[in-house]
């Protein structure tokens, strides 16, 4: 699914400072005005991710919907080009 991937970090809940040891990256894919069918299609794709454990995909975290758009949390995958 195409969306804007964001980079995030775990906030440290005893300082609230960001914890910069650990990147994620936050898709938001807008769902909003999509049919039923399409909505379950990238909800089941999520699904899907939180199953696979593999060294060269990327970890799935969490996801979420919020004000018509899923967010997919997933760990950074760093040392690209």
Request: proline residues 2%.
């Amino acid at each position: 699914a195409n969306g804007t991937a964001y980079l995030a970090f775990r906030r440290d809940y005893i300082t609230g400072q960001a914890d910069k040891e650990h990147k994620y990256v936050i898709k938001k894919v807008f769902i909003g005005s999509e049919t039923v069918l399409a909505k379950s299609a990238k909800l089941r794709e999520t699904q899907l991710l939180a199953m696979i454990r593999h060294p060269y995909i990327v970890t799935y975290e969490d996801c979420f919907i919020e004000d018509g758009h899923l967010f997919v949390a997933m760990e950074f995958a760093g040392g690209g080009p």
